[in-house]
Protein backbone atom coordinates (compact mmCIF):
# COMPACT_ATOMS: atom_id res chain seq x y z
CA UNK A 1 0.00 0.00 0.00
CA UNK A 2 1.16 3.53 -0.84
CA UNK A 3 1.21 6.31 1.30
CA UNK A 4 0.19 9.88 0.31
CA UNK A 5 2.28 12.77 1.10
CA UNK A 6 0.32 16.23 1.25
CA UNK A 7 2.92 18.43 -1.19
CA UNK A 8 0.06 21.10 -0.55
CA UNK A 9 2.25 24.67 -1.04
CA UNK A 10 1.07 27.65 1.13
CA UNK A 11 -1.77 29.76 -0.37
CA UNK A 12 0.29 32.80 -1.22
CA UNK A 13 -0.37 35.72 1.51
CA UNK A 14 -2.61 37.98 -1.21
CA UNK A 15 -4.14 38.63 -4.37
CA UNK A 16 -5.03 40.61 -6.91
CA UNK A 17 -8.21 42.66 -7.15
CA UNK A 18 -9.82 45.77 -7.97
CA UNK A 19 -9.11 48.43 -5.84
CA UNK A 20 -11.01 51.83 -4.86
CA UNK A 21 -7.85 53.70 -5.30
CA UNK A 22 -6.86 53.25 -8.52
CA UNK A 23 -6.68 50.32 -11.27
CA UNK A 24 -5.86 46.80 -9.57
CA UNK A 25 -4.77 46.23 -6.18
CA UNK A 26 -3.08 44.17 -4.35
CA UNK A 27 -5.26 42.90 -1.04
CA UNK A 28 -4.01 40.42 1.88
CA UNK A 29 -6.06 36.95 1.97
CA UNK A 30 -4.68 36.52 5.51
CA UNK A 31 -3.33 38.28 8.70
CA UNK A 32 0.05 39.47 8.00
CA UNK A 33 2.16 39.71 10.72
CA UNK A 34 4.31 43.40 10.94
CA UNK A 35 7.75 42.89 9.69
CA UNK A 36 6.67 39.59 7.65
CA UNK A 37 8.00 39.25 3.99
CA UNK A 38 4.85 39.55 2.00
CA UNK A 39 6.21 38.84 -1.53
CA UNK A 40 9.37 40.18 -4.15
CA UNK A 41 8.66 42.67 -6.88
CA UNK A 42 9.89 40.63 -9.69
CA UNK A 43 10.05 41.79 -13.54
CA UNK A 44 13.09 42.42 -15.96
CA UNK A 45 16.40 44.17 -14.90
CA UNK A 46 16.95 46.93 -17.42
CA UNK A 47 19.01 50.46 -17.60
CA UNK A 48 17.57 53.66 -17.52
CA UNK A 49 18.13 54.54 -21.00
CA UNK A 50 15.91 51.08 -22.01
CA UNK A 51 13.61 52.13 -19.70
CA UNK A 52 12.75 56.08 -20.96
CA UNK A 53 12.83 53.93 -24.44
CA UNK A 54 9.83 51.92 -23.63
CA UNK A 55 8.22 54.43 -22.01
CA UNK A 56 8.18 56.72 -25.47
CA UNK A 57 7.58 53.66 -27.42
CA UNK A 58 4.56 52.43 -25.19
CA UNK A 59 3.09 55.78 -25.71
CA UNK A 60 1.26 55.03 -22.25
CA UNK A 61 0.18 57.66 -19.65
CA UNK A 62 3.39 59.44 -18.36
CA UNK A 63 1.94 59.02 -14.77
CA UNK A 64 1.58 55.14 -15.08
CA UNK A 65 4.61 53.39 -13.84
CA UNK A 66 5.82 49.72 -13.53
CA UNK A 67 9.62 50.56 -13.02
CA UNK A 68 11.11 49.76 -9.68
CA UNK A 69 14.40 52.27 -9.41
CA UNK A 70 17.00 49.95 -8.10
CA UNK A 71 20.03 51.73 -6.23
CA UNK A 72 23.02 50.56 -8.66
CA UNK A 73 21.38 52.90 -11.22
CA UNK A 74 19.11 50.12 -13.07
CA UNK A 75 15.41 49.24 -13.11
CA UNK A 76 13.27 46.87 -12.24
CA UNK A 77 10.17 46.73 -14.82
CA UNK A 78 7.57 44.68 -13.01
CA UNK A 79 5.78 45.09 -16.66
CA UNK A 80 7.93 42.52 -17.89
CA UNK A 81 8.20 39.08 -16.12
CA UNK A 82 6.21 40.57 -13.66
CA UNK A 83 4.11 39.37 -10.69
CA UNK A 84 1.43 40.39 -8.49
CA UNK A 85 3.30 43.06 -7.03
CA UNK A 86 3.36 45.17 -9.59
CA UNK A 87 0.05 45.96 -9.04
CA UNK A 88 0.59 47.29 -5.72
CA UNK A 89 -0.55 50.52 -5.09
CA UNK A 90 1.04 53.85 -3.61
CA UNK A 91 0.02 55.41 -0.06
CA UNK A 92 1.28 57.95 1.45
CA UNK A 93 0.83 56.55 5.17
CA UNK A 94 1.61 52.59 3.87
CA UNK A 95 1.04 49.54 5.33
CA UNK A 96 4.21 48.04 3.40
CA UNK A 97 7.71 49.42 2.84
CA UNK A 98 9.81 48.24 -0.11
CA UNK A 99 13.49 47.65 0.02
CA UNK A 100 16.13 46.31 -1.61
CA UNK A 101 18.19 43.40 -0.89
CA UNK A 102 21.21 41.79 -3.01
CA UNK A 103 19.55 43.56 -5.70
CA UNK A 104 16.18 42.34 -5.44
CA UNK A 105 13.04 44.11 -4.04
CA UNK A 106 10.70 42.95 -1.19
CA UNK A 107 7.83 44.05 -0.08
CA UNK A 108 7.39 43.80 3.61
CA UNK A 109 4.32 44.60 6.23
CA UNK A 110 5.05 47.58 8.35
CA UNK A 111 2.75 46.52 10.72
CA UNK A 112 -0.35 44.03 11.10
CA UNK A 113 -2.32 44.12 8.03
CA UNK A 114 -5.86 42.01 8.41
CA UNK A 115 -6.71 39.94 5.91
CA UNK A 116 -8.46 41.78 2.80
CA UNK A 117 -6.93 44.94 3.26
CA UNK A 118 -4.74 46.52 0.46
CA UNK A 119 -1.60 46.54 0.46
CA UNK A 120 0.43 49.63 -0.40
CA UNK A 121 3.97 51.15 -0.17
CA UNK A 122 5.15 54.82 -0.51
CA UNK A 123 6.56 54.93 -4.40
CA UNK A 124 8.41 58.37 -3.76
CA UNK A 125 8.67 58.93 -7.19
CA UNK A 126 11.71 61.06 -8.47
CA UNK A 127 10.54 63.35 -11.22
CA UNK A 128 13.44 65.30 -12.21
CA UNK A 129 11.15 68.38 -14.52
CA UNK A 130 9.83 70.99 -12.62
CA UNK A 131 6.80 70.20 -10.38
CA UNK A 132 4.53 72.04 -12.08
CA UNK A 133 0.58 72.12 -11.15
CA UNK A 134 -0.09 70.01 -14.42
CA UNK A 135 2.93 67.36 -13.27
CA UNK A 136 1.34 67.56 -9.77
CA UNK A 137 -2.41 66.89 -10.62
CA UNK A 138 -0.56 64.04 -13.05
CA UNK A 139 0.52 62.40 -10.37
CA UNK A 140 -1.88 63.20 -8.27
CA UNK A 141 -2.64 60.86 -5.28
CA UNK A 142 -5.98 59.35 -4.36
CA UNK A 143 -4.81 56.59 -1.41
CA UNK A 144 -7.21 58.41 1.19
CA UNK A 145 -4.60 57.89 4.18
CA UNK A 146 -4.99 60.54 7.08
CA UNK A 147 -1.55 62.24 6.15
CA UNK A 148 -2.15 62.13 2.07
CA UNK A 149 0.27 64.67 0.76
CA UNK A 150 -1.85 64.71 -2.57
CA UNK A 151 1.24 63.65 -4.51
CA UNK A 152 2.82 60.09 -5.66
CA UNK A 153 6.10 62.34 -6.22
CA UNK A 154 8.69 62.55 -4.10
CA UNK A 155 9.48 66.59 -2.76
CA UNK A 156 12.11 67.33 -4.90
CA UNK A 157 15.47 67.89 -3.05
CA UNK A 158 16.36 71.28 -2.34
CA UNK A 159 19.73 72.86 -2.92
CA UNK A 160 22.05 72.60 0.19
CA UNK A 161 22.19 76.88 1.49
CA UNK A 162 25.80 76.75 0.44
CA UNK A 163 25.30 75.10 -3.12
CA UNK A 164 22.24 78.10 -3.54
CA UNK A 165 24.83 80.54 -2.07
CA UNK A 166 26.21 82.64 -4.83
CA UNK A 167 27.64 85.42 -3.16
CA UNK A 168 29.03 85.97 -0.17
C1 LIG B 1 2.49 49.82 -10.34
S1 LIG B 1 0.96 50.46 -10.89
C2 LIG B 1 -0.10 49.91 -9.61
C3 LIG B 1 -1.31 49.21 -10.17
C4 LIG B 1 -2.37 50.11 -10.74
N1 LIG B 1 -3.44 50.29 -9.78
C5 LIG B 1 -2.88 49.55 -12.04
O1 LIG B 1 -4.00 49.02 -12.08
O2 LIG B 1 -2.15 49.63 -13.04
C6 LIG B 1 1.33 52.12 -10.51
C7 LIG B 1 0.34 53.12 -11.04
O3 LIG B 1 -0.92 53.00 -10.39
C8 LIG B 1 -1.46 54.30 -10.15
N2 LIG B 1 -1.56 54.51 -8.70
C9 LIG B 1 -0.99 53.76 -7.74
N3 LIG B 1 -1.24 54.25 -6.51
C10 LIG B 1 -2.01 55.36 -6.69
C11 LIG B 1 -2.55 56.32 -5.80
N4 LIG B 1 -2.41 56.25 -4.48
N5 LIG B 1 -3.26 57.36 -6.34
C12 LIG B 1 -3.44 57.45 -7.69
N6 LIG B 1 -2.93 56.57 -8.58
C13 LIG B 1 -2.22 55.53 -8.10
C14 LIG B 1 -0.50 55.29 -10.81
O4 LIG B 1 -0.93 55.50 -12.13
C15 LIG B 1 0.80 54.53 -10.77
O5 LIG B 1 1.73 54.96 -11.72
ZN1 LIG C 1 -1.73 59.84 -0.67
Known amino acids: M ?3 TSTSTP ?5 VKLSPVHGNGVFATRPIEAGERIIEYLGERIDWPEALRRTEASDGPVNHTFYFSLADGNVVDGG ?6 RW ?14 DGRVFIHALME ?3 GEELNYNYALVYDE ?6 KRAFGC ?5 GCLGTMLAPKKRKSRAKAKTKT
Open 2 to 4: STS
Open 11 to 15: RPPCK
Open 80 to 85: SRGNDA
Open 88 to 101: INHACEPNCEAYEE
Open 113 to 115: IEA
Open 130 to 135: RHTPAV
Open 142 to 146: LCGTP
